[in-house]
Nanobody, 123 residues
Framework: QVQLVESGGGLVQAGDSLRLSCAASGRSFSSYAMGWFRQAPGKEREFVAHISRSGRNTYYADSEKGRFTISRDNAKNTVYLQMNSLKPDDTAVYYC????????????????WGQGTQVTVSS
């Protein structure tokens, strides 16, 4: 399995930007498709974005399209989530996850998870 460590979260104001990073170690990073999920207090975990093994294909939740960008650098074993025009509703713990399956949106099919990084957006 691959080990994942997120970083880059913090407290920002509405309209600001943040870039989250997820560093991977262990088995070959490029053999995993990667996803970002988030969980707000009292809410279920939800899908945010996904990127294929090569980085050619990306998928986003409707609420994030146009604001968030997922990318990866396989040479650095890192996946990123660039978040722009942040809103208070984006406040959550953000998790990166890895999958060897063809799954995109369902977190149940991701086998490795990071510990999460807190993003708080004030109004």
């Amino acid at each position: 399995q691959v080990q994942l460590v997120e970083s880059g979260g913090g407290l920002v104001q509405a309209g600001d930007s943040l870039r989250l990073s997820c560093a991977a170690s262990g088995r070959s990073f490029s053999s995993y498709a990667m996803g970002w999920f988030r969980q707000a207090p009292g809410k279920e975990r939800e899908f945010v974005a996904h990127i294929s093994r090569s980085g050619r294909n990306t998928y986003y939740a409707d609420s994030e399209k146009g604001r968030f960008t997922i990318s990866r650098d396989n040479a650095k074993n890192t996946v990123y989530l660039q978040m722009n025009s942040l809103k208070p509703d984006d406040t959550a713990v953000y998790y990166c996850a890895a999958t060897t399956s063809m799954a995109v949106y369902n977190g149940r099919f991701y086998s490795s998870w990071g510990q999460g990084t807190q993003v708080t957006v004030s109004s």
